[in-house]
């Protein structure tokens, strides 16, 4: 009896071994059970940026409803080339995911790389900021009708401005509103910058008249005085800036246009995966303790779920392509 | 006021049993990436992060501040040890520190290392406390034109840095200018020598690189000393106490740690130039302002004085523009600033009216956490002496594997590895054949933001050159430059008509590296 015992002892552990056996073995495959093990959320940009903070708040929410750690790793350089990549050539396992940003709109016009965004899975959209107009405290010009005035009756290249690299989002959003104006896209000379800090520093400083960066990355000097948003280029004001006018409502300029982030997979991830991490996405997006994360940081939530944030992007991509192409910037025919 | 309340309110934040644990956990963590080659301050405070994510505003900060400050000292125990500087702020001394330990004078190196870092480090606190704002408001009349000045100003230390001879310091410097041109051009976007690889966008990273130069070209070195049956380099055993003779150095150069730790603050106040350009910077100056320039290079501890006092001054300056304007001073602040926003601080003057106790409470944590790190640095220095009793066969296998993973972690990619092993064969041809190698870090740092600035100026100027000479601070900066060089070249030609007895002297001292 006691023998018997123990053989089925034995037995049972057995079986039990190979029940775990099997769960590991099936991984990846096994999509029901996603994710089984850790998950790498790739960012396009360096620690410490915008991005960089979504992304790692966004991922630590994912592993808390998840279950499985989700590491970010941070793969940045040549103008987010390099990270959106990374993200497009990973194994489509549903384990690998990234920040997609509006820069994959934009890169393929440029002929940097040849991905777009349909060399992704859409999981949702999380943030989309629009920029503002922002100039120095000392500046002439305290209000966008009197800047635009200036600016129309200026010669060509006597007004400079900055916010980022040369055909960067900022680049874009200057000429976009240039060319409402009926103004070249030129019209006002772009200095290319390393990003919206030095940006913000030059503007201060008074190397440039106007920075066209979104509302985040001005708040530190606006807030110390320094320097004041004075019109936003979204088609609504920010709830977090709810002073600041659009340019449609002060009849200045026609135009509108937003920087955006989302979450990502390879192109054909598993179904069921892409299920489970855009459910999550979704309830992340109303949840408290991101709304207080992205309002502290300046960010606008905007969600929008993973059909919705593949046709965002497919149109987001044919608006920059005619932005661009109007601007002068595209170098080669795609 | 109310200023002493403020200040006992940010005691009662700071010493509680959570955050001094933390500081200490956090310090120990830094020294150890600091010691790692490749690992640096910027990756420390970057692995921190996701922790900070979870902890409470002070402690938050204070893991930051440790684990940063110490990680900058710790990257002179490595260069010291084995001629490889953990991190690019050690990398302009690295050759003076090495050459002490080759002479069983390791002790007195890194003790002056560990001793002066910290009193630099506490000026740093000391000048951020007192004359943050005043700063930070010079700091933002910089544009394009004066960071060009900068920019020329730093490159010019490399040849003046240089040991031995100028011109192959000059050759490896345009070396590294050139290295630093690949990837996207910063002002049209276009890319530049990257013959279609996606992983050359990014450009030549310079923390692979350095990893490369130095330790690579150090462990083939090493392997070839192993295999050609020379003898290996009997490495002196460095015994007695750590800081025996340290008091001495330094009360012989007081104002070199009084010049060094000022020109730290100010540089690491400058957005965009930190603890890197300051320790190339203030040896420079040393050497400059030495009477015996002509043993710089060759284990000379003055250097060591000087440019250990700046790194670690500049921390403390490259939050000045953090705190005031939430403009990062360097890439260690910008990821403080993203902390800060997170915790609800947003810096800017008005954290200083509305949470006046939480900056307090910053500037309580720089002070102790510098103290820390004499007896934090004092341990690791001992347990890393170690490491010179491991047998070359064991160590360079151990320094290779550590070569590897510096170089992946930085871009997360085996393309950082690709680049460490061909610069370290580049390093290793270089040096056998005289060229110093640490010129081409300094090129690869500051060539891009030379490159940038210059394009910028012309572009806003409208290709006008006097534009860097119309504004004032920019027209002091620039004739500084074409003083120095004018009076260089003055020199060099004077003595080129009366070669002294310098130049016998030098040559005695034997400047080649140990082949």
């Given amino acids: 009896m006691t023998n018997s015992y123990k053989t089925s002892r034995r037995g049972f552990m057995k079986g039990a071994a ?49 279950g499985q750690p989700f590491n970010v790793v941070n793969r940045t350089g040549g103008a987010g080339v390099i990270g959106h990549s990374a993200i497009a050539t990973a194994p489509n396992d549903g384990y690998t995911l990234g920040v997609v940003t509006v820069e994959i709109a934009m890169m393929h016009h440029l002929g940097l790389t040849e991905l777009t965004y349909e060399d992704y899975t859409p999981l949702g959209l999380m943030n989309a900021d629009s920029p503002a107009i922002t100039v120095s405290a000392k500046s002439d010009y305290k209000d966008i009708e009197s800047l635009t005035e200036a600016v129309v009756n200026s010669e060509p290249g006597a007004f ?84 600041v006018p659009t340019l449609i409502e002060t009849g200045a300029a026609d135009f509108a246009l937003a920087t955006w982030r989302g979450i990502c997979g390879p192109k054909d991830m598993p179904q069921e995966a892409a299920d489970k991490v855009a459910a999550a996405l979704a309830e992340i997006a109303v949840e408290p303790e991101f709304i207080e994360f992205m309002n502290g940081r300046g960010f606008n939530i905007s969600y929008l779920d993973p059909a919705a944030h593949g046709q965002m992007m497919a149109e987001a991509d044919a608006q920059m392509g005619e932005t661009m192409a109007a601007a002068g910037l595209i170098q080669k025919p795609m | 006021m109310g200023s002493f309340d403020i200040i006992l309110q940010a005691l009662d934040l700071v010493l509680t049993p959570e955050v001094l644990l933390t500081a200490l956990l956090a310090g120990a963590f830094g020294l150890f990436v600091g010691a ?70 390791m002790n007195e190196a890194l003790g002056v290392n560990l001793i002066v870092s910290c009193i630099g480090g506490l000026i740093g606190i000391a000048v951020l406390v007192i004359a943050a704002p005043m700063l930070a408001e010079f700091a933002l009349r910089f544009t394009s034109y004066e960071y060009f000045w900068l920019a020329t100003m730093g490159l010019s230390c490399a040849i003046f840095v240089a040991s031995s001879d100028p011109l192959k310091a000059a050759i490896a410097l345009l070396l590294g200018l050139a290295l630093a041109t690949v990837g996207l051009d910063p002002t049209t ?125 500049a921390i403390g300056g490259s939050w000045i523009p953090a705190l005031v304007f939430g403009i990062p001073g360097d890439s260690v602040t910008a990821i403080v600033i993203g902390v800060l926003y997170m915790k609800g601080m947003n810096p800017g003057p008005t954290v200083f009216l509305q949470n006046p106790q939480l900056i307090y409470a910053v500037f309580i944590i720089f002070v102790l956490t510098t103290l820390m790190m004499v007896p934090l640095g ?82 806003k100027s409208n290709g006008d050159l006097l534009a860097f000479f119309e504004r004032p601070i920019a027209a002091g900066l620039g004739i500084c430059v074409l003083l120095i060089w004018t009076v260089s070249i003055v020199k060099a030609l004077r003595k080129r008509r009366a070669p002294v007895a310098v130049v016998a002297e030098l040559e005695a001292e034997d400047t080649s590296p140990p082949a």
Avoid at chain 1, 197 to 218: C, F, K
Avoid at chain 2, 250 to 258: A, E, G, K, L, S
Avoid at chain 2, 405 to 433: Q, R
């Fill in chain 2, 378 to 459: 004092w341990g690791a220095v001992k347990l890393a002496k170690q490491a010179l009793r491991v047998p070359s066969r064991v160590l360079l296998p151990i320094i290779m594997s550590l070569c590897i993973v510096g170089a992946f972690a930085m871009t997360n990619s085996v393309f950082g590895i690709v680049i460490m092993l061909g610069m370290g064969v580049t390093g290793w041809i270089l040096e056998e054949n005289g060229v110093p190698v640490a010129p081409i870090i300094l090129g690869l740092v500051l060539g891009p933001m030379f490159e940038r600035m210059f394009m910028t100026s012309m572009i």
């Fill in chain 2, 36 to 105: 790692m080659p490749g690992l640096t301050a910027t990756m420390a405070t970057a692995l921190l992060v996701p922790l900070t994510f979870f902890m409470d505003p002070i402690p938050a900060l204070a893991a930051i501040v440790a684990a940063s400050g110490m990680a900058i000292f710790a990257g002179d125990i490595p260069g010291a040890l084995l001629r490889i500087p953990g991190t690019p702020a050690s990398a302009a001394y690295v050759e003076d520190s090495y050459r002490l330990t080759m002479r069983g004078r």
């Fill in chain 1, 18 to 66: 190979t029940v775990s056996a099997l769960a590991l073995m099936a991984g990846p495959g096994w999509a029901a059970d996603y994710p089984t093990r850790p998950v790498t959320m790739i960012v396009p940009w360096g620690a410490g940026g915008g991005t960089d903070a979504t992304g790692r708040m966004i991922s630590a929410l994912l592993e808390r409803r998840l």
């Fill in chain 2, 189 to 313: 976007g276009v890319p530049r020598f990257t013959f279609g690889q996606t992983n050359l966008l990014a450009g030549i990273e310079f923390i692979p690189a350095m990893i490369g130069l130095f330790a690579l070209a150090e462990v083939m070195r090493g392997m070839i000393r192993l295999h050609g049956g020379t003898a290996p380099i009997n490495m002196p055993k460095n015994p007695g106490p750590l800081f025996k003779g340290v008091g001495g150095i330094i009360r012989r150069h007081p104002t070199n740690v009084v010049r060094g730790s000022l020109m730290g603050v100010l540089i690491g106040a400058l957005p965009g130039a930190g603890a890197d350009i300051a320790a190339w910077m203030s040896y420079a100056v040393s050497k400059k302002f030495s009477k015996t320039p002509e043993k710089y290079g060759t284990g000379h501890v003055e250097g060591l004085v000087d440019a250990s006092a700046g790194n670690n001054a």
């Fill in chain 1, 160 to 243: 400079k401005a900055s916010g980022t690299s040369q055909g960067g989002i900022w680049h874009l959003a200057l000429v976009g509103w240039l060319k409402s104006l009926g103004l070249e896209g030129n019209h006002v000379t772009w200095v290319p910058s390393e990003g919206s800090a030095p940006a913000m520093q030059d503007l201060i400083a008074g190397g440039v008249d106007i920075v066209t960066v979104s509302l985040a990355e001005t708040k530190a000097m606006v807030d110390a005085g320094r320097a004041l948003n004075i019109a936003l280029m979204g088609s609504e004001r920010a709830s977090s800036h709810p002073d």
